[in-house]
């Protein structure tokens, strides 16, 4: 597999036959392969035997940063997550006024970052592998030293407890 400059994968032959012999073929409908390849070839046995058809990799006119910012803007989560009130629904988990406050400092940096959609994603996550039993790990690196992320589950730090400077994630 290939990326291009924007990080784009793309698949050759070989790497559509691996995925198949290593019992991944229902993942090669979402896989984007070179153009030179013998894409229409597979295509038309994909439908003669009722599978998914390949596309066509495509390079895109723009520029990374572009790029980056049209992902960013599109978030894979259901509707209540996109509307979500994130500010409301982690104070709501505060306990004392300290809480409260440490929480109101992080959330003017995150809003101050447009990262509010990366919070309720954070919460549509945790609440998928909730609901799914997929567990995820105590907490690592930086992340740790964010008190939004442990209110949210990410992790089980309490960053007030041990002093974590909140700061040191959004660095």
Not at 106 to 131: C, K, Q, S, T
Request: aromatic residues 12%; contains cysteine.
């Amino acid at each position: 597999m290939k990326t291009d400059n924007l990080g784009i994968p793309r698949f050759t032959n070989k790497d559509l036959i691996d995925m198949i012999y290593t019992g991944h073929i229902d993942k090669c409908h979402v896989v984007l392969c070179d153009p030179n390849d013998d894409i229409d070839k597979f295509n038309i046995h994909a439908k003669e035997n009722g599978m998914d058809t390949l596309k066509k990799y495509v390079p895109i006119d723009v520029d990374k940063d572009q790029f980056d910012k049209t992902l960013q803007s599109e978030w894979f989560m259901p509707e209540k997550y996109k509307t979500l009130d994130i500010e409301n629904y982690v104070i709501g988990k505060c306990r004392n006024p300290e809480e409260i406050q440490r929480v109101e400092t992080e959330l003017r940096a995150f809003e101050e970052r447009d990262m509010y959609n990366l919070l309720r994603y954070m919460v549509y996550l945790v609440d998928y592998m909730r609901d799914n039993n997929i567990l995820w790990g105590v907490g690592r690196g930086s992340s740790t030293a964010s008190y939004v992320l442990y209110l949210i589950g990410i992790h089980k730090i309490n960053s007030i407890q041990f002093g974590l400077d909140w700061r040191e994630f959004l660095r």
